[in-house]
């Protein structure tokens, strides 16, 4: 009996003593059995890996991990492997490990950014999506025993209740008649510790697949449609403009020596693009953005160089904007300009929407009101204690991002995006980082008035010696 033989009719065994192969509601599931023995002895060493990191946490590590509450101190330092161990446990991967979605997307395809090659840091807070993506809307069904528990915890919500009704949208909140100007809102940053504050926003068309899954014609044609949006008076008239824009295709900024490029980085509004002349970051592409990349996407910057919103990127549409220069802590300028954008473009536009996950996203960390703030600052004092204050973040519902590109910088972004709206997120953030400042400045006085003291003893005790 030859091997590739023997191992079909091991593989066959177990699919004919499993009951339960599809998913509750079939409308979602392939109906048919995941048969491919390559990528199911892919899926079952990733999952021993996970079985394998699990059980080398230490005992108080991996009692933590158990017992994680919502906005409490989550072992952060954790590699997301290790993390992904608290979900896809043996008896539930038993159980899902043959389904695929209508569009024959896997588990694999689900799990594999937790395992590619150019995760340098594969620890926790540096991924805040956690080492999953969504290839496609059906997953959040078809791997439901996987995925609900695991996108509770994402979202610092109880994994032990039920998923709430998200709420409708509501950037802007009204007050005796009057909405609120969220505008006005500024982080008071006298020591000048903020870089640039970023809001981001996501999308995506009712009508299409994700990009991902989208034929030539489709991704044409869902360009077409959002940039018909965009691209008139009453949408200028909307973000509180007099003209249009510029757009610019992905193959334009991605040219040697781009002239948008640079301008998009140096704005703040640029996304992570792969360099697919590079091998490993090619094939990332491929699982990440499909075989069409570059063509069908794009970038809309406006006439403000405040915000850009780039098309069939992962997601359909993901509105950027971002803080500059003097105005480097105006958060409300940033939330205001993207809350503009999207409540103009819901009224247009029909978008995938869930009626407990809020709306769907390719990266589940955005999924609910598909929002992130994330605000780029200098902590020199909190920084010299990471652990400390990875977790003064952690229980504020906040994810710490230390990364050597920042420049000694780290970012705060917001964990939770799911079961509130969109204000209550940009309240409760912005009270969570201004409390983060507020410690720096309190550490900073401190240090200086035991610098200060010092200098006093040493003088003291030069005066003594002169008496002497």
Known sequence: MTRAFADREFFNSLINNIDDIFVPDDLHSSRRHFQDIDINRTIERCVSLIEESSKALSGTTASALAHRKPLSASPQQLSVISYLSKFLRRSIFEKIRYRQTRLDHNLFDVIWPAFRKTSRLRRLEED????????????????????VSLIKDMHCLDINEDFKPHPRIAFYPMDNGKRLNTASFIFDDESNLIQRCTVECSRNLDAFELPLNLTIGQIEQAERIM????????????IRETESGSYYTLTEILEENSEIHATLSKLGLLIQLPNTKDSVQAAESLAFNGNLWPYGRGVYLNSA??????????????????????????????YTCVGRVITFLERELHFKESYFLGYLQARPSYLGTGLKFTITIKLPNLIKEVDNLRHLCSVRGLN?????ILRQGVQLVNMQSMGVSEFVLFKDYCTAVTNIISLEKDMSLTNSKHI??????????????LVD
Request: with cysteine; aromatic share 10%.
């Open 400 to 404: 710490l991002i230390t990364n050597h």
């Open 227 to 238: 940039m018909a949006k965009i691209f008139n008076n009453r949408f200028a008239e909307a």
């Open 452 to 465: 200060a003291l010092m200098l006093v003893k040493i003088f003291r005790r030069k005066k003594n010696s």
């Open 128 to 147: 805040i999506n956690c080492g999953i993506i969504a290839p496609d809307f059906d997953v959040f069904v078809v791997f439901q025993e996987f995925l």
């Open 305 to 334: 160089h405040n915000m850009a919103i780039w098309l069939n990127c992962q997601e359909h549409l993901r509105v950027i904007s971002a803080s500059n220069g003097v105005n480097a802590a105006n958060m409300g300028a940033a």
